[in-house]
């Protein structure tokens, strides 16, 4: 497999360096947000040893995890002083009495006012809900103070099949219309890319569309290559493997844990040269853990990333 193919290069193209762009750096990464799940959040004994105060922590819903177990950590969230974001994959949920159960417990038990809602990753829709418009125009997540949806930077080929984005272009149309008729803050939660120019280009591409929800755009933080690999294939990320791709033709840097340093120091750099760039906000997948990808945050963000435990 390709992939696969190691080779010693003669050569490393030069590494774009975040300490030579630390203000730019500091300034993107803040108000950054991370994902878990209830199994790895699990695995952290205090958040606030970790994190920042109020950060947005979205819980991913995995097909098959329990409502109990998801209300269970968002309740834990929201009691230690973080803006709790739980995903509504539409896929999953069968019927809408159980999104509105869902809904009252997360507000009742956990005291949640924002949600990210998404199609969400199996094939085969479990009930009525086959998308996330179908989820906002059933108005029970009116009163949400924020309201994220997906993006895909490099294209997703459940939704156009034939490796285009009208259909993807025509669902942002139709959320920037919803969005501007609403209350409800709103944004655009992307997949995780490894290489800057693909984002950047998306990123115009929806200016010129007339889209100007917000991008947070997804990072996937530090992991061993391996691991990025399996994540990135299984979720269709696009040109931006090529990024891995050269790193394990690279035996010198195989064993290396990858870090997200040169995809945010350069979209740092973007934005620092064009304030009206439509990146908010960096959304972290923790893929080689969620404390690894807040030491990495602690380190490169400033001030803005200072544990919650120690400000």
């Not at 999104?99 to 949600?115: F, H, M, P, S, T």
């Not at 034939?162 to 969005?179: P, T």
């Not at 696009?238 to 290396?256: F, I, W």
């Not at 906000?281 to 690894?292: C, E, N, Q, R, S």
């Amino acid at each position: 497999m390709a992939l696969l193919n190691f080779r010693r290069k003669e050569s490393a193209a030069p590494s774009r360096d975040v300490a030579g762009n630390r203000a730019a750096v500091e300034a993107f990464l803040q108000g950054f947000s991370i994902e878990v799940m209830p199994r790895t959040a699990e695995k952290v004994e205090d958040f606030r040893a970790i994190l920042p105060r109020g950060t947005r922590v979205y819980i991913a819903h995995i097909d098959g995890t329990p409502i109990d177990e998801m209300v269970a950590t968002a309740k834990r969230l929201t009691t230690d002083g973080f803006a709790v974001m739980p995903h509504f994959p539409a896929r999953i949920i069968p019927d809408r009495a159980t999104l509105a159960d869902w809904i009252a417990r997360y507000k009742g038990e956990a005291d949640v006012k924002q949600a990210l809602l998404l199609g969400g990753g199996v094939n085969t829709p479990a009930g009525e809900f086959d998308a996330s418009m179908q989820l906002i125009e059933t108005g029970l997540f009116d009163g949400f103070e924020r309201l994220h949806v997906a993006g895909h930077p490099e294209g997703n080929k459940d939704i156009d099949k034939d490796g285009g984005d009208r259909i993807v272009m025509q669902a942002l149309k139709w959320k920037q219309a919803f969005s501007e008729r609403t209350d409800a803050k709103m944004a655009i939660a992307t997949q995780f890319c490894f290489e800057a120019q693909p984002v950047i280009d998306w990123v115009n591409r929806l200016a010129a569309e007339g889209i100007s929800l917000p991008v947070h755009i997804g990072i996937a933080g530090p992991a061993k290559l391996q691991t990025l690999i399996k994540f990135a294939v299984a979720c269709g990320v696009g040109p931006s493997l090529r990024v891995l791709q050269k790193r394990a033709m690279d035996v010198t840097k195989l064993l290396l844990p990858y870090e997200p340093t040169e995809v945010v120091a350069a979209l740092a750099a973007h934005k620092a040269a064009n304030p009206g760039f439509g990146i908010e906000a960096v959304h972290f997948f923790p893929l080689g853990g969620i404390k690894t990808n807040a030491a990495w945050t602690s380190e490169h963000g400033g001030a803005a990333a200072v544990p919650a435990a120690q400000s």
